[in-house]
Every structure is written in structure tokens, then in C-alpha cells.
């Protein structure tokens, strides 16, 4: 039995009830009853990760510890793979096997996730899954907005009293503010890094001016060798150098919330399952508290782990990359892949290719903040984030 969301939810327009605006993620809370707590729950109206990560895991980021300070709170990071990968996951489907084991072993009655709709593979439908069949069918990314939040109220309505949900930072933010209120005995929350989303029509934009073929594209990510891996219907992969981007066309299609955001590695879940730490091909996983550790635990004969690295200096990187990005500077194709392939063998690696990207993608959207809701600044921007923007010089 697949529980989605009811018509009338999904028929109010983003902008008749969205207290964000322009910067509202979409991430589906004000799509139920739980709008009335938007004030306070919303990530992108009342930044709150200090507070509700003393909340979820006894206590907030060191900042002066440096992995803590980049990655969160934590009581175990590594690296890992599946053994036997599930075909058409984004990597190697630990995310899909943790629900489906939670699923099939009664430690939870319903599971949180997103399946795309049938007549467009990149349209989030976001569902609650109570067979592993229906987990299997959300597998992969859908590189795009998704109203995760909006099937909360099937929750109290079906009577469940496990949940795992599983999302991206601003999902799980709101879902935190208002987990209390949900009726729960036990909520398990298994998360993804994110970055850089965006709208259906700007995805079709960056496929439009990136791909050589952007209609049979089946699945993409920004991988740690500085390209982007385009795979394609056929079974073949395409490769854009990072720095080839066509950066003057696609300044503009990252939604507002994606520019405005400082919680890249999924502060508040349980268990982060992402890639940008790890060595190209594994995952990068975040045992964030006790109830992530339970999750992994479930699929350690499933997977084979190696301890994390870290290897390079991003400084130089990050602080040349910040005047390029801000003038749209794009190279031409020749001189992006000969920069990719040098960047690819004395570039960051492991854990600081991880830092290269949060310093990357913090200097952007502080600037993006300061320039655009100055307002918000100071209360926007988490302490941690000013801490790791402060070690470079930024533009005005
Ligand atoms: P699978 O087993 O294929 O399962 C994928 C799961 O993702 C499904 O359960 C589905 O419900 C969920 N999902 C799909 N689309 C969305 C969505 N739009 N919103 C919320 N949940 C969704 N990792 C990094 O290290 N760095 C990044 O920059 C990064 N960016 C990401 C951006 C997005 C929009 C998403 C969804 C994920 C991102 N990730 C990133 C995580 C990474 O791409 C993989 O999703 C993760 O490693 C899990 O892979 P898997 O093979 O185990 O997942
Ligand atoms: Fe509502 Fe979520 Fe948008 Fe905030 S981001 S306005 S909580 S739908």
C-alpha cells in the first residue's frame, strides 16, 4: 500500500501559502495542517540547527573541532560499498537496503520516501512505502525540489507509530521542528548531503545546456573527479568537466533555497549516506548518534567499509574559485578538461575534497545572502558556516 499525498494538498500553488517566498525549498510542510508551525520549523525562516542538534543528538558541533566543525556531530564516519550494488540506485543503493532491512524487519511500519511520477523519471512523487517493493522504486535521485513533508499528515492519519523518513537538509529541519507533534513512539531519520538543487524547469535547463543528449539522461552526479557523470539510457556515461560549465547560462537555475543554504552534509539525521568524503565509487557514511548506528548496523554483511582519508590542500582552490564563479567565468572545453585532469591528480581528496566543496558552496551563499535578504544574514548564517567563509577573502 502506497500512501500519497491528497489532491488538494497537491494542487495549492507554491506561492498561495509558502511564508519563505522566493526562497521556500518546496520541502512539503506547508502543504499539510503542520503550516502552522512554518514560523518556527521553516529552515530558510528560523535557522535553528545549534538548538535542534542539541536536541537530536545530546549536543550541537564543536567548533573548534574540525571534523565536527565541517561534518556535523558525529560518532563514526567511513567509507563503504555495497557488495552487491542495486542496479539503477544512484551509487550503491545503501540508502534503498537500510530502509528496505528496517522495513522487513518491523523496526519501523512505514517509510518516507520518493518515487518519480510515470510520465517523467526526474517528477518527485513523494510517498510513505510500506512494501520494499515501493522503497525500491524511489531508488536513485530525483535532482529536483521535492515536497518530501507533504505526505506527514497520511502519519497521524494511518496510525503509525515508526516512521523513517528519509531527506535532505531543509526536509529534515522542518521535520525536526515539528517531530514531537507528530504522534510518534520512534522516528528514524536517514539523510542525504545536498546541494545545489533545483526546480523541474531548471533542471531541464542545465540538462538543455550541459548534455550532449539530455533527453535519454537517467541520472547525473557532480562526482569527486571534478566532473559531472551523466548516464544515459543506453547504459553509456558522459563526462563535463566542472570547469567547462557553461557558469554564465546556469548562474540563475539552483533554486534561491539551494543558494541560501549552510546545512550541505544533513545536520539533524540520524545516519548520512552521501559520497563527497569517500574515495571514487564508495560512500561516504555519518553515524550521527545511536539510532544511526542501528540503521548501519542492519546491512554490515551487506556492505565492506574502509576508514575515511584525507589527502591535499583545497585552500588555494576554494579562494581562486570564488572570483571565477562570481564573474561567470567559463573556460573553454579544451583548457576545462586539461584543468580537471591536473586538479584530478594533485587536487583534494577524501575528506578535504568534502571541505573543498562545503568552502566552495559556503563562500557562494554567504555572498548570495549578503547580496540578496542582507537582512537575514546574521540570523541565516549558523556560526559554523561564518567560522569556515571567515577563512576567506570574499568580494563585496
Ligand atoms: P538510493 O538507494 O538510490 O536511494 C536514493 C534515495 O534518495 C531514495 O530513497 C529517495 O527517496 C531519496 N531521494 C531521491 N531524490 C530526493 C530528493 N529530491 N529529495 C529527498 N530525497 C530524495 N551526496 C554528496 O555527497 N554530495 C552532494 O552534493 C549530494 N547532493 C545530492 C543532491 C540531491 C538532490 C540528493 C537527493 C542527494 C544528493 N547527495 C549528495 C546524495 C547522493 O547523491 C546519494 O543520494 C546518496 O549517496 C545515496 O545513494 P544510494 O545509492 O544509497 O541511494
Ligand atoms: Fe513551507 Fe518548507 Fe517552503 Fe519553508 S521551505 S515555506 S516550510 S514549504
Same mark, same amino acid.
Given at each position: 500500500m502506497t500512501l500519497v499525498p491528497h489532491k488538494k494538498a497537491k494542487a495549492?500553488?507554491?506561492?498561495?501559502?509558502?511564508?519563505?517566498?522566493? +526562497?521556500? #525549498?518546496?520541502?512539503?510542510?506547508?502543504?499539510?495542517?503542520?503550516? @502552522?508551525y512554518v514560523k518556527e520549523a521553516c529552515a530558510f525562516i528560523n535557522q535553528q540547527i545549534p538548538n535542534l542538534e542539541e536536541q537530536t543528538h545530546g549536543r550541537s558541533r564543536d567548533l573548534e573541532q574540525s571534523d565536527d566543525l565541517y561534518?556535523? %556531530? @558525529? *560518532?563514526d564516519m567511513m567509507a563503504a560499498r555495497k557488495t552487491e550494488p542495486i542496479p539503477?540506485? *544512484?551509487?550503491?543503493?545503501i540508502v534503498s537496503t537500510i530502509a528496505i532491512e528496517m522495513l522487513t524487519r518491523g523496526m519501523v511500519e512505514g517509510v518516507v520516501c520518493v518515487q518519480n511520477t510515470e510520465d517523467d523519471r526526474f517528477q518527485p512523487k513523494p510517498i510513505i512505502a510500506t512494501t520494499p517493493e515501493e522503497i525500491l522504486a524511489a531508488? %536513485?535521485?530525483?535532482?529536483t525540489l521535492s515536497?518530501?513533508? #507533504? %505526505? +506527514?499528515?497520511l502519519v497521524e492519519q494511518s496510525g503509525m507509530k515508526r516512521l523513517l523518513v528519509i531527506g535532505v537538509g531543509c526536509q529534515i529541519q522542518a521535520l525536526r521542528a515539528v517531530e514531537k507533534k507528530l504522534g510518534l513512539e520512534k522516528l528514524y531519520v536517514l539523510g542525504t548531503p545536498c546541494t545545489d538543487n533545483v526546480t523541474r524547469a531548471g533542471l531541464q535547463k542545465f540538462l538543455d545546456t550541459t548534455s550532449r543528449s539530455p533527453e535519454t539522461v537517467v541520472y547525473y552526479e557532480f562526482m569527486q573527479d571534478f566532473n559531472v557523470h551523466f548516464k544515459h539510457e543506453d547504459g553509456s556515461t558522459e563526462l563535463v568537466p566542472f570547469f567547462g560549465l557553461k557558469t554564465n547560462q546556469l548562474k540563475? %537555475?539552483?533554486?534561491p533555497s539551494c543558494l541560501s543554504c549552510f546545512d550541505y552534509v544533513n545536520s539533524l539525521a540520524d545516519l548520512v549516506v552521501g559520497?563527497?568524503?569517500?574515495?571514487?565509487?564508495w560512500q561516504w557514511i555519518v553515524v550521527r548518534n545511536d539510532r544511526g548506528q542501528e540503521m548501519l548496523d542492519l546491512v554490515q554483511d551487506k556492505i565492506e567499509t574502509q576508514p575515511v582519508t584525507s589527502k591535499g590542500d583545497r585552500h588555494q582552490a576554494v579562494q581562486q574559485s570564488i572570483p571565477a564563479y562570481d564573474k561567470a567565468v567559463t573556460l573553454p572545453m579544451w583548457a576545462a578538461k586539461l584543468m580537471g585532469v591536473v586538479i584530478e591528480k594533485i587536487g583534494p581528496k577524501g575528506l578535504e575534497y568534502a571541505r573543498f566543496s562545503i568552502d566552495s558552496h559556503f563562500t557562494r551563499n554567504y555572498l548570495y545572502v549578503k547580496r540578496n535578504h542582507p537582512e537575514k544574514l546574521e540570523q541565516h548564517v549558523p556560526d559554523y558556516a561564518k567560522r569556515i567563509v571567515s577563512q576567506y577573502k570574499l568580494p563585496e
Open positions: 495549492l500553488k507554491p506561492s498561495s501559502r509558502r511564508p519563505a517566498k522566493e +526562497l521556500c #525549498s518546496e520541502c512539503g510542510l506547508c502543504d499539510t495542517y503542520y503550516i @502552522h561534518f556535523g %556531530v @558525529h *560518532q539503477g540506485a *544512484q551509487w550503491t543503493g531508488k %536513485v535521485n530525483k535532482p515536497p518530501n513533508l #507533504s %505526505v +506527514l499528515e540563475d %537555475v539552483f533554486a559520497y563527497m568524503g569517500a574515495p571514487f565509487g
